[in-house]
């Protein structure tokens, strides 16, 4: 099961997937559910894009996972399929923003150049301003005099610059807004670096419960709710809050307060309206939530986690993006042979120069050297990990990983083909075991949710700051559809 | 030694881990040291193979030579009562209190207040002592929030201390604000050798020196092992590819000729080559931008089985060794 093949980056991974494909061909494919624990139903990428009835992508999942690449490569692929394309990110990583154009934070979607546009799609981006927002907000709700009176307001000044919950409120708020203005065929949306999953779906709730929750109304109009018959209890716990409230804070911060609550008054209900209208937007069939993840088990655990909670709250669930899947052209030889070739190798080479240093030492399994190899080949990670990189030695207690890398590179010229070899065959090892840990990684979220459809995208060895690399990915990300339809 | 350790880092550097394996490696020897998280997320429980943290300090682990680990999932709400309860014994007001939404408000939507209360409590625990005037913990070990909210996450009792003018919690935000700008403070930087994480651990090593926040140490984490070195390299692009399928052959794993299973073998091996060669380049790039920093430098080694206790235990050796603790 951990060697399953089906992972490989290229032709031999189309090869297996014939198999599976033939498989799903039975039953719909888009919704197909393996019987094999192993494999889940692939997510067509082009298929979720291309349709114009998809109006809003969410992309969601837990913090360096490529929410934000994954969400810009989406929205430069139906751009250039044709479709007129908004991608709005929340916190760029520098260059990405910059590949886009975006990199200045004006709170407008700017016309992104640079993308082949023969299809005649379109592709804008922004980057959101949280701050530019609320304020955009509190002046459409509110009287000029009013407006200015709450935007200058200390309470209103911190609330607005992003405290726990604002960036989730404002980034929907955004949201809503473009897809009112019907201007876009698609809008793709990246979601904040919540704390949790769950902060970006409650958001809009919970400011908006508050916005126009009891306590808001004990704070502006105290004496009205007193006076109503079976609120008595409330006066009470009121007098008693506002004063430790007042005691707690500090008076100037509760009358800040009550001014900033009496100023936004007339515009919670706005607020209110506003924030029902995001959250059922979300679950309108135009949506397609996006859960990105990679395969590793904290981000998997999340998307477990975040798949459960969009299923609870009747969100749309399109399916999980697995990002940074890694491959290889040669499944058909597992670690264990290959480090058993690779030790076969450096044995030949003892057995050559009797007494010769140079094999022994340029084997990363110095230590393990005095016990027979079949015992070995299972442990050879622990020694060369030690060795680590030039700077883990520096810092490292650990001399003998040191030794053997200045001895190395001392002599270059000293090397053999067979060294050469043999740490191919080390390469691949470490390779066959990153993929048996990220097919196990995977197989456990796979068991929890075999409903959910997966679009993985093969890992790249450097990161992507151009839209080169951003079609890149794109093209990967469609690719795992493709090769599963092509049979 | 800061007896108050701040760890952040970018998402998924695997900040949580780093946290766990420090507070072990700082137990060791008879020490007594305390995990914090202040998300919410249960990442030290997961980590440590226990059910949930409640809102109390518990024994998690036991570090080698005898030393303990305690942990505690601060709950803004349950902190904030209890800081109500402490300074104006509350009692049952709490719970009215709670019931308008006050609590929740005051934890959600106040500013900075929900921050207040995870660094206080965190502030709380480092300055404890016993009966016998001994600190309760020797170290206190802060699961942070990541690397992009750091600044503000620790710097929001100097707002607050300036929007709320007096009172108790301008002096709380005084008190916490003192012992995090102090020499008992360090905040360490989990990163990866990749360009966006490490980007942004300038960025934020940039905004804590501006903040005046006392700025520890970075580590890279999951360093993957140096399998191949320059001379491999040069070799690997220089070698006929005959030549490797013959040695493939002499290896034990088929035929070198044309089509033979060693010879096909080839092909992608030296791919495999060339990706690691890429990402050695970018990762030596990135190293040198990292020791430009100035900070002191640790690195700890990806595991290859995965994440479990045991390899926080190794962890946290790792980082002994190299002299963290």
Redo the contacts between chains.
Sequence with gaps: MSQDPARANDSSRERAREGEAAARRASDPARAIDTAAASSAVLGVDALIDDPGTRIVVCCG????GKTTTAAALGLRAAERGRKVVVLTI?P???LAQSMGIDALDNTPRRVKGIDDSASGELHAMMLDMKRTFDEIVEAHADRERAATILNN??YQ??SA????TQEYMAMEKLGQLRAREEWDLIVVDTP?S??ALDFLDAPK??GS?LD???IR?LTAPAKLGGRAGMKF?NV??S??TG??????????LK?VQTFVAAMDTTFGGFRTRADATYKLLQAPGTAFLVVA?P????L?EAAYFVERLAAEEMPLAGLVLNRVHG???TQ?SAE?AL???E??AE?RIVDQVGGKAGLRNS?DTYGSSEPPATETAVP??P?????????DR????GAGTDD?RS??G??EG?T????????????A??M?LLS?EQ??RDRFTALHPEVAVAEVAAL???V?DLAGLRHIGDRLAADASSAEAS | MSRLQVVSG????GKTTVAAALALALATEGKRALLVEV???Q?IA?LFETQALPYEERKIAVAPGGGEVYALAIDPELALLDY?QMF?K?GG?GR??K????I??AT?????L??VLLTGKACEAVRRKDKRGRFAYDYVVMDA??T?RIT?FLNVND?VAG????????NQAQAVMRVLKSPETAVHLVTL?????V??TADGIAELRAARLPVGRTI?NM??????????L???RE?PRT??A???S????GGARRGGVAE??V???????D??A??YA??REQ?AVL?GLELP???L???????DLAGLYELAK?LR???IS
Excluded: C, W
């Design positions: 837990s913090g360096g996972v916190d990583a520098r260059r200390p309470f911190s609330l992003g405290f726990a919950g670096p704390r949790s919970r400011l508050f929750g009891k306590l004990l409330l716990g009121m008693m809050m430790t409230l007042g005691k707690l804070l500090g008076g100037q911060l800040d990679a590793e088990r904290d981000a655990r290889s052209g040669a030889l042979r058993a070739a690779a076969n190798l030949a990363p990670e622990a060369s990990s030690d060795a680590g990189s030039p700077a883990a810092t490292s207690a650990d890398d190395t590179k002599s270059p090397r083909v067979e060294q050469l070899t043999a740490g191919l065959l080390r390469l691949h470490e390779r075991q840990r196990r990684t060895p450097g990161d700051h | 970018k998402g998924g550097t998300e919410g997320r990442g997961q109500l104006y509350l007001a009215a209190l019931k308008l939404g006050a929740d408000f959600t939507i106040a500013p900075g929900r921050d929030p990541p992009g503000r707002e929007l709320a003018k007096i009172g108790p919690i301008h050798l990749e360009e966006m994480p980007q942004e890279v360093v993957r092992p140096a399998i191949l070195d320059e001379a491999d040069e070799l690997a070698t030549a490797v013959k040695s493939l002499a290896a034990g794993l096909r073998l092909e992608p091996l030296l791919n495999q080559a990706e690691y890429e990402r970018l990762e190293r020791q430098l640790h690195e080694p990806l595991l290859a089985e995965g994440m790792e060794q190299q002299g």
